[in-house]
């Protein structure tokens, strides 16, 4: 194991704590399972720039692993609605998928809450991928809501421990081309 200001130092460039995704959505976990999100053929990288334009449509989720009796489940939330300086709604429910075979993709799984594209209406937004390790099949059920979600309350109330991998995008409102218009 590392001295522990080697440790300190990794943790302080790992990503989801520059972005704020620890801290903010999630306590500090270890990848323990790969996670790769892509929409259409643009991969998910932390902190990379999306427009809401390239989201419409639910992305393709592949899990890592290698036995298909693990199942994992699978959620998407934006910390920051309805604007980051006012995150009134955080955290704001997207997307929810359980029941996701080891070695597949949400496609293999259950989605409980349908994909909502982002739309974010003003300031920068993260939108978070979160993935859970669950302790089996069908264990895990559908909030009541959407906004206000708070991720680390419905891990707690499912028993899904500590996330087991996440990666985020960030996502702001498309700027209109042309300027005002004349009548």
């Given amino acids: 194991m590392p001295p522990r200001d080697q440790r300190d130092r990794d943790r302080e ?10 801290g903010d959505v ?29 989201v419409v449509t639910q992305p393709r989720v592949d899990i890592g ?12 939330v934006d910390p920051d609605a309805p604007s980051p300086s006012s995150p009134n709604l955080r955290e704001y429910l997207h997307w929810l998928v359980t029941d996701i ?20 209406m003003a300031g920068i937004h993260r939108f978070i991928f979160i993935l859970f390790r669950q302790l089996g ?18 891990a707690e ?3 899904l421990g500590l996330p087991v991998a996440s990666v985020y995008f960030n996502c702001q409102r498309e700027s209109t081309s042309g300027g005002a218009r004349r009548r």
């Fill in 13 to 22: 460039r790992d990503p989801l704590v520059v972005g704020r995704v620890v």
């Fill in 137 to 154: 099949r069908q264990t895990v059920y559908a909030p009541g809501w959407r906004q206000n979600f708070n991720t680390r309350e419905f």
């Fill in 26 to 54: 999630l306590d500090p976990f270890t990848r323990t399972i790969s996670l790769r999100v892509s929409y259409v053929s643009r991969d998910v990288a932390n902190g990379c720039e999306l427009k809401p334009s390239q």
């Fill in 101 to 120: 075979p080891a070695t597949t993709g949400t496609t293999f799984g259950q989605e409980i809450v349908c994909y909502e594209s982002p739309r974010p």
């Fill in 65 to 76: 692993g290698d036995d298909l009796r693990i199942f994992y489940t699978l959620i998407m």
């Fill in 157 to 159: 109330l499912y028993n």
